[in-house]
């Protein structure tokens, strides 16, 4: 769904694409390079800005039954709870991609706020990473906190908050397809032989599943295991962020599948958005171990 955001005097087209909609809720495939939260440092549109205009009708006269029985307002009423965070129930991080859920009332969005932070939700995901796994299936338990050093950055700190992430490798791959790489570029073919101490290592397609939801989780958690994402400028190191953006133009990680519950009739529900056609044409240069 195509809408038009005005920033500075302009008018800029988000084109998003809706998996499902009602009166409740709208699921949505987030494109990669796009911000979630709208806030006055954000000088790009924000999904924030988009739905506030797509969301353009009226709220439901019963949206309050969809409001769970043990909903306080100690911190506000769903009014102004809706009002601060225009229908968003929870992020993806600018250059992640994949299924989201907005709320289109407040009864909507107080019920997926509750289902999401006692962790009733179901989150999958799929990240290209370095390297290739000596345990192909585990769950990693390691607190999170902001940097020290960089507070724009999250890392493994015994005095963070609890995080668990659940992986499973898929696949493993050694080096790049010679004919892709050279199909898609003749130098890029030459710089990746200059590079391929950074990368003989090779690497490994994971699949996800967030126990927790913290910020940068998935990303922090790999790449403190040895394995940061493919195309992570914030994690990948310098070297590697300089090669891996000639063949991977954003971090590769895409949001696969979401469940919940659906706010009004309690249904069971899952959305799946497939693999976006930039992480799929990404994973295609790569040589299968």
Request: positive net charge; proline residues 6%; hydrophobic residues 40%.
């Amino acid at each position: 769904m195509q809408e038009n955001i005005k920033q500075n005097n302009q008018e800029i087209e988000l084109q998003i694409p809706i998996l499902f909609e009602d009166d409740d809720i709208v699921v949505i495939n987030k494109p990669g390079n796009i911000v979630t939260n709208a806030a006055a440092s954000v000088k790009e549109p924000a999904l924030q800005d988009w739905f506030q205009k797509y969301n353009k009708n009226a709220w439901p006269t019963n949206w309050a039954s969809c409001l769970p029985d043990e909903f306080s307002d100690e911190y506000g009423t769903p009014e102004e709870i809706y009002a601060e965070r225009k229908g968003m129930v929870h992020r993806l991080d600018k250059n992640t991609s994949g299924v989201m859920v907005f709320a289109k009332h407040p009864g909507s969005l107080i019920n997926l706020l509750t289902q999401f932070r006692e962790r009733k939700t179901h989150k999958e995901y799929l990240a290209l990473v370095h390297g290739v796994f000596r345990v192909p299936h585990a769950i990693i338990n390691a607190p999170l906190a902001r940097a020290r050093v960089d507070r724009r950055k999250f890392a493994v700190d015994i005095m963070g908050r609890p995080a668990e992430t659940e992986y499973q490798v898929e696949k493993e791959f050694m080096g790049f397809v010679t004919e892709k790489v050279t199909e898609l570029s003749p130098e890029l073919q030459k710089e990746l032989k200059q590079a391929m101490r950074l990368y003989n290592q090779g690497f490994a397609l994971v699949r996800c599943w967030p126990r927790t939801g913290r910020t940068h989780q998935i990303r922090v958690h790999l790449a403190h295991e040895q394995h940061p994402l493919a195309g992570d400028v914030t994690y990948v190191g310098k070297k590697r962020a300089k090669f891996d953006s000639k063949w991977c133009e954003r971090q590769f990680l895409h949001a696969v599948s979401l469940e919940f519950l659906h706010p009004r009739t309690n249904e069971q529900l899952r959305f799946e958005a497939p693999l976006p056609v930039d992480l799929q044409k990404t994973l295609d240069l790569l040589k299968i171990r």
